[in-house]
């Protein structure tokens, strides 16, 4: 390496094969988002963190972790300006009470709650503090344009991010969701977003199309340029874009600190990790924090029906020609897991990423060498829950716990029971508990044997009254909020949206 002496974080595209690769730094990672040759960012090294590191952690609140944990990844930003917008962004305003919080279960598990935000889902964490992230890279470049943010949503982005970039100088926001692929709640939360800079409207077909759709636009230089030459350049708030990732990696650390606190582990105990799995973002958020120094015995990654990313660790065979299933777990119906390509580099590297890639979008499918397959199984297992298992869960933890799961959380139980089974490894688990149960109320309802409201709000009044536990206030404040887009467009038109006044 020529530039042995510069010890500032780079970051490099999944795709860059050439012998000298591109090296941007995290404030230009942020704003590009997707790289220009398609490929996503990743740091050139994963940045470790010491024992002193966790003994500093220990003794700080989260935004404190959070701006201490980010500083190593941003290291172009300012220490004071991170922890400012860290601050700001896990206020108790935006989070209540606090931004995480450990419950124990029986069995040696923990559900890590990740859904104390403003839409009741985890993404809140990382999009609360994302347009700051962005507000600050665009001035450190020095960028004078406007940034129009395209999201395409499963259903919890799209509001998050709406919440999170709503009002912000510099931005707007158009946001993407498949129209029959969303919750009602969810629906509802988009459609009756407030601030100045915001849009969103459903599209017809599945979340797949929808990503693809916006992945087309972000990845073309021709609608780049047409952008540039209305003034304003096009961005992406999904997990595609490593400032989306980075603020998940400092919950896993920070969780683990509140266990080392509670005298549930020893520093230096290692811990499985479950996680309800779409995209691929939250778990290798987990798997960053692992290779930062964080103690883990092994990776769960839990899919619903839709279970491609099972067979792919389990087969090596990722295939995409398969019909998409509608579930009860709607942020996780994907077939197209972006952030397996920052997997597949950060252990095969970016020749082997293209050439995979490329076969994915030619033939529908690739076969990864299983080389590379036993190295990801050294951390990775992977299980699937259906629809019955995942009800199943919901009913048999309220059953034993008196704990509440939401459909996405009940997968990644599901999935940790059947790991437990296969393998006998019942080391202590923390679960990602990705929603809040009110945001799925019907289906929750349903795995309880309660009957449902006539509506989504009734719904959520009866689970609350049958089971004595608070409806998050962020949810009742939807019921009485004006609908303001209720637009449901062609896939063919989002390009026509991107370039909305
Ligand atoms: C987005 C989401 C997931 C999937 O997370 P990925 O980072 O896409 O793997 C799981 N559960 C809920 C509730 C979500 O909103």
Same mark, same amino acid.
């Given at each position: 390496?020529?530039?042995?002496?510069?010890?500032?974080?780079?970051?490099?595209?999944?795709?860059?094969?050439?012998?000298?690769?591109?090296?941007?730094?995290?404030?230009?990672?942020?704003?590009?988002?997707?790289?220009?040759?398609?490929?996503?960012?990743? &740091?050139?090294?994963?940045?470790?963190?010491?024992?002193?590191?966790?003994?500093?952690?220990?003794?700080?609140?989260?935004?404190?972790?959070?701006?201490?944990?980010?500083?190593?990844?941003?290291?172009?930003?300012?220490?004071?300006?991170?922890?400012?917008?860290?601050?700001?962004?896990?206020?108790?305003?935006?989070?209540?009470?606090?931004?995480?919080?450990?419950?124990?279960?029986?069995?040696?598990?923990?559900?890590?709650?990740?859904?104390?935000?403003?839409?009741?889902?985890?993404?809140?964490?990382?999009?609360?503090?994302?347009?700051?992230?962005?507000?600050?890279?665009?001035?450190?470049?020095?960028?004078?344009?406007?940034?129009?943010?395209?999201?395409?949503?499963?259903?919890?982005?799209?509001?998050?991010?709406?919440?999170?970039?709503?009002?912000?100088?510099?931005?707007?926001?158009?946001?993407?969701? &498949?129209?029959?692929?969303?919750?009602?709640?969810?629906?509802?939360?988009?459609?009756?977003?407030?601030?100045?800079?915001?849009?969103?409207?459903?599209?017809?077909?599945?979340?797949?199309? #929808?990503?693809?759709?916006?992945?087309?636009?972000?990845?073309?230089?021709?609608?780049?340029?047409?952008?540039?030459?209305?003034?304003?350049? $096009?961005?992406?708030?999904?997990?595609?874009?490593?400032?989306?990732?980075?603020?998940?990696?400092?919950?896993?650390?920070?969780?683990?600190?509140? $266990?080392?606190?509670?005298?549930?582990?020893?520093?230096?105990?290692?811990?499985? =990790?479950?996680?309800?799995?779409?995209? !691929?973002?939250?778990?290798?958020?987990?798997?960053?924090?692992?290779?930062?120094?964080?103690?883990?015995?092994?990776?769960?990654?839990?899919?619903?029906?839709?279970?491609?990313?099972?067979?792919?660790?389990?087969?090596?065979?990722?295939?995409?020609?398969?019909?998409?299933?509608?579930? =009860?777990? &709607?942020?996780?119906?994907?077939?197209?897991?972006?952030?397996?390509?920052?997997?597949?580099?950060?252990?095969?590297?970016?020749?082997?990423?293209?050439?995979?890639?490329?076969?994915?979008?030619?033939?529908?499918?690739?076969?990864? &060498?299983?080389?590379?397959?036993?190295? =990801?199984?050294?951390?990775?297992?992977?299980?699937?829950?259906?629809?019955?298992?995942?009800?199943?869960?919901?009913?048999?933890?309220?059953?034993?716990?008196?704990?509440?799961?939401?459909?996405?959380?009940?997968?990644?139980?599901?999935?940790?029971?059947?790991?437990?089974?296969?393998?006998?490894?019942?080391?202590?688990?923390?679960?990602?508990?990705?929603?809040?149960?009110?945001?799925?109320?019907?289906?929750?309802?349903?795995?309880?044997? =309660? $009957?449902?409201?006539?509506?989504?709000?009734?719904?959520?009044?009866?689970?609350?009254?049958?089971?004595?536990?608070?409806?998050?206030?962020?949810?009742?404040? #939807?019921?009485?909020?004006?609908?303001?887009?209720?637009?449901?467009?062609?896939?063919?038109?989002?390009?026509?949206?991107? !370039?909305?006044?």
């Amino acid at each position: 390496m020529t530039e042995s002496e510069d010890d500032t974080m780079k970051y490099i595209s999944t795709r860059d094969t050439s012998a000298n690769p591109r090296e941007i730094s995290s404030a230009e990672a942020i704003i590009e988002g997707i790289a220009p040759d398609g490929g996503l960012y990743i &740091p050139k090294s994963i940045p470790r963190i010491s024992a002193g590191d966790f003994d500093a952690l220990m003794h700080m609140n989260y935004p404190e972790r959070a701006a201490y944990v980010l500083a190593k990844f941003l290291d172009d930003y300012d220490i004071d300006e991170l922890y400012e917008d860290c601050e700001k962004a896990y206020s108790t305003e935006n989070f209540s009470p606090s931004p995480i919080a450990v419950k124990k279960l029986s069995s040696n598990m923990y559900s890590l709650e990740l859904w104390h935000g403003r839409t009741c889902a985890f993404k809140d964490l990382a999009l609360t503090l994302m347009p700051r992230l962005l507000s600050r890279a665009l001035k450190t470049t020095g960028e004078k344009k406007t940034m129009h943010i395209l999201v395409a949503t499963s259903g919890d982005t799209g509001k998050a991010a709406l919440e999170g970039y709503r009002d912000i100088d510099g931005v707007k926001i158009t946001c993407f969701y &498949p129209a029959d692929g969303v919750s009602e709640i969810q629906k509802l939360q988009m459609q009756t977003s407030s601030g100045k800079n915001v849009y969103t409207a459903g599209v017809r077909g599945s979340f797949d199309d #929808v990503q693809s759709g916006v992945k087309t636009i972000l990845s073309s230089e021709r609608l780049h340029a047409a952008a540039e030459a209305k003034g304003y350049i $096009l961005g992406s708030a999904n997990s595609i874009n490593w400032g989306r990732l980075v603020p998940q990696v400092v919950y896993y650390i920070s969780a683990y600190c509140d $266990l080392c606190s509670a005298g549930e582990i020893e520093t230096g105990d290692r811990v499985n =990790i479950a996680v309800p799995t779409g995209n !691929f973002g939250n778990i290798l958020a987990a798997y960053i924090a692992m290779k930062m120094g964080l103690p883990v015995d092994r990776f769960i990654c839990a899919s619903n029906s839709n279970n491609v990313l099972t067979d792919f660790i389990n087969t090596g065979v990722y295939d995409r020609r398969r019909a998409l299933q509608k579930t =009860i777990t &709607p942020s996780m119906d994907i077939i197209l897991a972006s952030n397996i390509e920052r997997l597949i580099c950060l252990f095969g590297g970016a020749e082997l990423t293209v050439d995979l890639m490329e076969q994915l979008s030619r033939k529908g499918y690739y076969k990864a &060498p299983e080389g590379l397959m036993d190295e =990801i199984r050294k951390y990775f297992s992977a299980y699937s829950a259906n629809e019955d298992d995942t009800m199943a869960e919901i009913y048999l933890e309220w059953e034993k716990d008196g704990y509440l799961l939401d459909p996405h959380t009940a997968v990644a139980l599901g999935s940790v029971v059947k790991f437990r089974l296969d393998t006998g490894n019942v080391k202590k688990t923390i679960i990602a508990s990705t929603a809040s149960p009110y945001k799925f109320a019907p289906s929750v309802c349903d795995a309880l044997g =309660i $009957l449902s409201g006539k509506d989504i709000f009734e719904t959520m009044d009866i689970l609350s009254e049958k089971t004595g536990t608070e409806i998050p206030t962020p949810l009742t404040e #939807v019921r009485t909020k004006e609908i303001r887009f209720r637009d449901i467009i062609d896939k063919g038109d989002m390009m026509e949206l991107a !370039f909305r006044k």
